[in-house]
């Protein structure tokens, strides 16, 4: 069996290691052609010595074709992996500290709230440029299995605008499945878990052992759990309220609705610092900031290290390979994945990117109807499908009329902000993002206009309810341990350490 994939940001270490590894540990696919592009050269460089190195003493006859020419790693491909951070940690750090100055205290900032809408702006532009080079030199049929964030809007524009088939991939279903069982004293596959939603708000509307509905048994069981009793206050909340225990973490959850990041006195109240997950400011950016650093500086220990065995049995929980695996041999799959709607769940919108359980076999990617979500998921999951509407159609057309209107609908700038502080606000991520924002030329120019004219609003210029600072190689190096998962792994909130007592 041959067949070409190519992964796009693949100096990505800690998504395309590990989804080259579960997607070589296919028996039947030690023969397909891989190919790496990205445009950083030292960081494509390192990654693929590495996937190499571990392909050789496999004993896989697979030499990777590794190139800055995106249209060269796209030719004949079959399926192309994107897990690209369009701008890299240097657009990050804006998307954190100018919405932070303005009193918007953001955890991750990559799929909603001020940070997500801009990351989006960036992410979505070079994304068509990406899907035109994929319809015109990858194969015909080529399907792209988007990792990048901000999910929901990233697919949606790829699918409306690119002329690209695509499906969203995600771990937070795996994430939110293992804590349900813990809770419940069960293992994992004892457990029978429904999810729908949207991305990142996916919600466990059905969960079952031995065929008896557990739903009413998990705030209880949530509420008298230990670790997360402190760890996900914010998710244990949404449960008491909403009935239903969403998919994302503590700090996720948080910047997505209007209720407890709004003030800074409040913050600590609702978050934890054992982990970064737990709600700390600018967490993500921290340990991706980490993971960087200790990758470049550590790269020749990582040279000499054990290569990752292309076995079954180390196979990651990440859909990608599984995907590629149902559609190549007809062995089925069943998973969540990120699509176009089309009524599958009835009270969202046809033409929004919903996250609801499917099937992949030789026939494609199946997705059962789920019909309704509880009206209070519905409407959390609406207030956020407004805002990625207002936000791929501003990305698309370069209108920051509608990317304004995106930031006064999202539900924590909203809860913060009033219209002029936002006025000012996106001017500001405009001015300060103009390398990857060219739809936005015209723009850029009457905001630079404005934000000289010496009627600047003074701006909060908040710290952080509680932002911690980045590691420097010397802390790090004492637990190289942690760093190393840190820098290699996709989810870096896996394993996550007990709650700050």
Same mark, same amino acid.
């Given at each position: ?106 955890? !991750? ?6 940070? &997500?809408?801009?990351? /989006?702006? *960036?992410? #979505? +532009? =070079?994304? @068509? ?34 002329? !690209? ?6 771990? &937070?279903?795996?994430? /939110?499945? *293992?804590? #349900? +069982? =813990?809770? @419940? ?50 998710? #244990? ?265």
């Amino acid at each position: 069996m041959t067949f070409k994939i190519a992964f796009i940001g693949a100096g990505s270490i800690g998504f395309t290691r590990g989804l080259l590894r579960d997607i070589l540990s296919v028996s039947e696919f030690h023969n397909i052609e891989v190919a790496f592009t990205d445009i950083n050269p030292k960081n494509l460089d390192m990654v693929t010595k590495l996937c190499q190195r571990d392909i050789d003493e496999n004993n896989l006859n697979i030499k990777i074709q590794s190139t800055v020419n995106r249209r060269e790693a796209f030719k004949n491909a079959k399926y192309i992996f994107s897990v690209v951070r369009v701008g890299g940690l240097e657009a990050f750090q804006y998307d954190i500290d100018i919405p932070l100055k303005y009193g918007i205290d953001q955890c !991750v900032g990559d799929t909603l709230c001020a940070g &997500g809408i801009m990351y /989006g702006q *960036r992410g #979505i +532009a =070079e994304m @068509l440029n990406i899907c035109k080079d994929i319809r015109e030199v990858a194969d015909r049929e080529c399907l792209l299995l988007n990792y990048a964030n901000p999910m929901a809007m990233i697919t949606w524009a790829c699918n409306k605008y690119g002329g !690209v088939k695509t499906i969203g991939l995600c771990h &937070g279903v795996q994430g /939110g499945h *293992r804590q #349900i +069982a =813990e809770v @419940l004293g069960l293992k994992k596959h004892e457990v029978d878990i429904i999810c729908a939603g949207i991305n990142h708000q996916t919600w466990y509307i059905q969960v079952k052992h031995n065929g008896a509905d557990m739903t009413d048994k998990l705030l209880h069981a949530f509420e008298n759990h230990p670790e997360f009793s402190k760890t996900e206050k914010i998710r #244990i909340d949404m449960l008491r309220r909403f009935g239903y225990y969403s998919t994302e973490s503590n700090g996720h959850l948080s910047e997505y609705v209007p209720w407890y990041r709004k003030r800074q006195e409040d913050i600590n109240d609702w978050i934890d610092l054992g982990s970064w997950i737990n709600g700390e400011t600018g967490g993500y950016l921290r340990v991706c900031t980490e993971g960087r650093n200790w990758f470049e500086m550590d790269f020749p220990n990582w040279i000499k290290e054990p290569v990752r065995e292309y076995k079954e049995e180390n196979r990651g929980e990440e859909h990608g390979s599984y995907i590629l695996e149902a559609l190549e041999t007809g062995r089925v799959y069943r998973g969540h994945f990120n699509v176009v709607n089309i009524g599958i769940i009835s009270n969202l919108p046809d033409d929004s990117i919903i996250e609801a359980p499917g099937y992949v076999d030789r026939n494609g990617i199946s997705m059962p109807l789920v019909g309704e979500l509880p009206l209070g998921c519905a409407a959390v999951c609406n207030a956020s499908i407004t805002v990625q509407r207002l936000s791929v159609e501003a990305a698309v057309h370069g209108d920051d009329n509608l990317l304004r209107q995106a930031m006064m609908m999202d539900p924590l700038v909203g809860a913060v902000c009033n219209p002029k502080e936002i006025d000012q606000l996106v001017d500001e991520m405009l001015v300060a993002q103009e390398q990857w924002l060219p739809q936005y030329q015209d723009a850029i120019v009457n905001a630079k206009k404005r934000l000289e004219s010496g009627k600047s609003i003074q701006a909060k210029n908040n710290k952080g309810a509680a932002r911690l600072k980045v590691k420097t190689i010397e802390e790090m190096a004492k637990n190289r341990e942690a760093a190393n998962k840190n820098a290699g792994e996709s989810d870096k909130a896996k394993e996550r350490p007990s709650a700050v007592k």
